[in-house]
């Protein structure tokens, strides 16, 4: 686990960390999991670990047995287990659905679809009281405004 703040460096140690797990203890891609916060960080995370692979390979100094192993990586970089945190829940989730007794067909929510719902449903079942917009509106300006729904 890496914890620290921004521009410290963390996406740097990762890549370092996945090139060493894949040279030194001969790991398959697909064995790795990293997971992070953001959908961003996953993207730049997958694009530096290629970028990081695509350099060890142009280096001469690179073994032909290291070579074959980080072409093989390369190839592999679609299966990386590279997820946000809600991402890997939602994948283990339905990975492990009949075993758990869930529903097969799950999927993420966001709060603010889920929100406007009920604020729509509100709005249908309480037309008599003039001042619910006011009651109701929520104060994060990236939600419409009621009477806007």
Same mark, same amino acid.
């Not at 890549?15 to 894949?22: E, G, I, K, N, S």
């Not at 695509?54 to 070579?67: F, G, I, R, V, Y």
């Not at 001042?131 to 990236?142: H, P, R, V």
């Given at each position: 686990m890496i914890e620290a703040s921004a521009g410290t460096g963390? $996406?740097? $140690? !990762? $890549?370092? #960390?996945? %090139?060493?797990? %894949?040279?030194? #203890?001969?790991l398959p891609i697909s064995r790795i999991l990293l997971v992070t916060f953001t959908d961003k960080a996953t993207s730049e995370l997958k694009a530096r670990i290629h970028q990081s692979i +695509? +350099?060890? #390979?142009?280096?001469?100094? $690179? +073994?032909?047995? /290291?070579?074959a192993l980080l072409q093989q990586a390369l190839r592999d970089l679609h299966l990386a287990s590279i997820h946000t945190i809600h991402g890997f829940c939602q994948r283990v989730l339905k990975e492990y659905a009949f075993e758990q007794g869930s529903v097969l067909d799950k999927s993420l929510v966001d709060d603010?679809?889920? *929100? !406007?719902? @009920?604020? @729509? *449903?509100l709005k249908r079942t309480w037309p008599a009281i003039t001042? !619910?917009?006011?009651? #109701? @509106?929520?104060? /994060?300006? +990236?939600m419409p405004k009621l009477d806007d729904l």
């Open positions: 963390k $996406t740097y $140690t !990762i $890549t370092h #960390l996945v %090139l060493r797990y %894949l040279l030194e #203890l001969r +695509s +350099s060890q #390979l142009a280096d001469e100094q $690179t +073994s032909n047995e /290291d070579q603010n679809t889920v *929100f !406007i719902k @009920q604020l @729509q *449903f001042d !619910i917009a006011e009651k #109701l @509106q929520k104060t /994060d300006k +990236s």
